[in-house]
């Protein structure tokens, strides 16, 4: 059976995640590799991107806040996307 590619519009609505947080986890060596299909074209290995998926912490249902996924008692930064949160500025 061939391999089926997925474009980026699909990809985001399976995962969740928006066009720079996939570029920058792909970046990272965090997200499946996209492939080259044309010209002007990419596209993701439906297979991988179910992997990558597969391979996700589930979110607990204890009623946590999106910015404390992954937070325990030992004091250090939850495993989250929250260091992709924007940070205050500083003011002089």
Not at 48 to 67: A, F, M, V, Y
Request: contains cysteine.
């Amino acid at each position: 059976m061939a391999e089926r590619f997925l474009r980026l519009p699909k990809v985001i609505a399976v995962t969740g995640l928006s066009r720079a947080t996939i570029w920058r986890m792909e970046h990272c060596g965090n997200f499946p590799p996209r492939y080259q299909l044309g010209q002007n074209s990419v596209g993701w290995r439906e297979s991988q991107i179910n992997t990558w998926l597969d391979s996700r912490p589930q979110r607990r249902e204890s009623g946590l806040k999106n910015d404390e996924v992954g937070a325990d008692d030992s004091g250090e930064e939850p495993t989250s996307l929250a260091r992709y949160a924007k940070k205050p500025m500083l003011t002089r």
